[in-house]
């Protein structure tokens, strides 16, 4: 204000010395013009500086200041240091901005603004994905246009927004997604959204386990509970009542033990704090002894016929042994009397194949790939007069995965079945041994 009076000041005395200066020596008229001609190139100064500044203020630019002396000079300074620091504002809060939004488009949630119409002004890729949208097509529209969901709908008018809403069926037909709504601001709102198919998925199937376990589980307790009900009220003792219902509860006893054992062998199998031990597997004694065995259980219904190299395999003896002893009591219990049964253990290029091959029923395409689910059975009543826990192929499975190989499973209706564990040449330990060979084992001639 200081320099404005002074420069004010400075000016009114090069006027008044002028004009008295002109009157001692032309009369007051000329000093009287001298003033007003003064005056006038004063104002026609002002203009021109405060032309230029209209025109820069139309189009301002840093690097294109108008540069004065004086008044306007000080003026144009501060003007371009107010302008430098809004151009650094303006960048840092672009690169923020720019950082927020590598920030959201990098996350795997899904991040979608709504302005205060509840219309699109911004969305990430995940976002995208989840509700098959487009930002460039779908900014400015109302969401309630693009996701008709009533529950959303619903969800969105209630706004109640403390707890998640789970929607089925987003994008693709299986998806489940988790949204939130979060408001902020002016009554905008972030919709967050979290593909929970997988976790689903699991709370499905530990809800089927459970419930499938206790069925397992009850139907052999409550033959058992029959059987010891009809003794305790017998009034005399038959000996044949007596045997045939100890018969009849041993095997229920012997079912539930199974399910059990195989239970524990699953979780196990699914620890991963449960280290996989290796020692040389004798592979050839191995298959020989589970054929031993499986003997027991076919006692003569089918044909069996094996062919056995000489490979041993670097593996935990156990877990390989439960693996190739489900396919062969699977093979047993699913070939219809009077059928074919082949069991190899053969070296194929750079893998290792133990093989089961069957001649029975078959199983159709759709079944296949469900076959390695806990308790998944194609025919509930057959798997269980079979005495079958519906775990092997689980089992079978986490094994394979443990020794880095995996279950192979070729079917054709009518025509039968092969199942195939097979190893990688990893896997392989050197032995002795020669020629394959085949054995075939007792059956129906």
């Known amino acids: 204000m200081r320099d404005w009076i002074g420069r ?72 371009h240091r107010m302008l430098r620091e809004q151009s650094g504002a303006r960048a840092s809060l672009s690169h923020a901005l720019w950082r927020f939004r590598q920030a959201g488009e990098a996350m795997p949630d899904g991040v979608l603004v709504l302005d205060a119409d509840n219309r699109i002004e911004w969305m990430n890729p995940s976002a995208e994905g989840h509700f098959g949208l487009t930002f460039k097509r779908d900014r400015g529209q109302a969401i309630t246009n693009l996701i ?100 009849l509860m041993t095997g229920q006893a012997e079912r539930m033990q199974r399910l059990v054992e195989d239970l524990l062998m699953l979780s196990r199998l699914e620890d991963s704090r449960y280290p996989l031990r290796e020692e040389p597997v004798d592979v050839p004694a191995l298959v020989r002894a589970v054929l031993v065995e499986a003997e027991g259980l076919n006692r003569g219904t089918h044909r069996i016929a094996s062919t056995v190299g000489p490979q041993w395999l670097l593996a935990n003896r156990e877990e390989v042994r439960s693996a190739f002893t489900n396919l062969v009591t699977n093979a047993i219990r699913y070939t219809p009397a009077g059928g074919d049964i082949h069991v190899s253990w053969e070296v194929e290029g750079t893998e290792a194949a133990f093989r089961v091959r069957d001649n029975g029923e078959g199983i159709a395409p759709e079944h296949v790939p469900r076959l390695t689910e806990r308790f998944y059975r194609v025919d509930r009543s057959r798997s269980r007069s079979s005495g079958g826990t519906g775990l092997g192929l689980a089992i079978v499975k986490h094994v394979m995965q443990r020794h ?42």
Request: some cysteine; hydrophobic content about 45%.
């Open 404 to 445: 880095q190989g995996r279950l192979e499973i070729e079917s054709r209706v009518g025509e039968g079945s092969t199942f195939s564990c097979v190893f990688p040449a990893t896997r392989l330990a050197p032995a002795s041994g020669t020629v394959a060979e085949v054995t075939p084992i007792r059956g129906v001639a």
């Open 8 to 79: 004010l000041l400075s000016i009114a005395a090069i006027a008044g010395a002028g004009a008295l200066f002109t009157g001692l020596v032309f009369g007051a008229a000329f000093a009287a013009l001298f003033l007003f001609a003064f005056l006038l190139i004063v104002v026609a100064i002002a203009l021109s500086a405060r032309a230029r500044l209209a025109r820069w203020l139309a189009d301002p630019a840093i690097d294109d200041i108008p540069d004065d002396e004086g008044t306007w000079g000080e003026i144009y300074a501060r003007l």
């Open 148 to 247: 008709r969901h009533p529950a959303f709908v619903g969800y969105l008018d209630a706004q109640h927004y403390g707890e998640p809403l789970t929607l089925k069926g987003g994008a693709e037909g299986e998806r489940v997604l988790s949204v939130q709504l979060v408001p902020y601001g002016n009554h905008e709102k972030l919709l967050l959204s979290r593909d929970v198919t997988r976790w689903e998925r699991l709370e499905s199937m530990r809800r089927d386990f459970i419930a499938n376990v206790s069925h397992e589980l009850r139907t052999p307790l409550t033959v058992m509970r029959g059987f010891l009900e009809t003794l305790t009220d017998a009034r005399e003792s038959d000996e044949k009542l007596y045997r045939r219902s100890l018969e």
